[in-house]
């Protein structure tokens, strides 16, 4: 009973170094997402794929690369990380806006 | 476009208190209407969903929300909170020209006094 699996859980870097967010349903959604969330201001959306093979820009895409592996996983990507991508990173499946969503627990990420 | 707003940035009740969260939302028809709630350190979990039908849903936790498409607001309320229930509480939105994205409120963090 899986659901959605995000790694790592916690990760420092230095400013500058690049890594990937990883993420894996097994909810067989068509539909996966990336957000970011800071004290004070929710969830904001950085990329989604609605569904395999195409993927798509939300509010807070710059910094940021994504890749839709195939139906099961969905890639974030920081090539250089900056102070100001610190922050809780979230990954969700779903079906499309007329069903919830499902997330995972939550990558926290700092950046030095 | 379509907009959640959760007037409330933090509230605070006694245990044992009735608790009621606002949450209104900008969308011409009506949309699908989501609460969730995320405990300290985790990630965020359905509470309750309105599609159609009864105005009035029940979810996990002993939570209840109310449409009410006159006012645009999509209420969750408790009858008695338990310390437990200290989160934050996130109120969503989904509309048919979305594009597959709900749309989510800035949340609100509820703290349990003694």
């Known amino acids: 009973n899986a659901g959605v699996t995000q790694t790592p859980k916690f990760q420092v870097l230095k400013t500058g170094q690049s890594m990937t967010l990883q993420c894996a349903q097994d909810m067989n959604h068509n539909s996966m997402y990336w957000y970011r969330q800071d004290p004070g201001m929710g969830l904001r959306l950085i990329y989604y794929s609605a569904s395999e093979g195409t993927t798509d820009k939300g509010e807070v895409p710059n910094g940021y690369n994504v890749s839709r592996l195939n139906k099961r996983e969905f890639s974030l990507r920081l090539e250089s990380a900056a102070p100001s991508q610190t922050s809780v990173y979230f990954c969700?499946?779903?079906?499309?806006?007329?069903?919830?969503?499902?997330f995972g627990d939550g990558t926290r990420l700092s950046i030095l | 476009a379509q907009s959640v707003t959760q007037p409330d940035i933090h509230i605070t009740v006694s245990e044992g208190a009735s608790l009621e969260l606002r949450c209104n939302y900008s969308y011409g028809a009506t949309p699908y209407l989501f609460w969730y709630v995320q405990s300290p350190g985790q990630g965020l979990q359905l509470l309750l969903k309105?599609?159609?039908?009864d105005t009035l849903v029940q979810g996990i936790k002993g939570f209840e929300a109310e449409f009410k498409r006159s006012q645009s607001s999509f209420n969750l309320r408790k009858p008695s909170v338990h310390w437990s229930d200290a989160a934050e509480y996130f109120c969503a939105v989904g509309a048919g020209d979305s594009n597959y994205q709900l749309i989510w409120g800035a949340g609100t963090k509820l703290i349990i006094k003694p």
């Open positions: 969700a499946s779903g079906t499309g806006y007329n069903q919830p969503q499902h």
């Open positions: 309105y599609f159609s039908g």
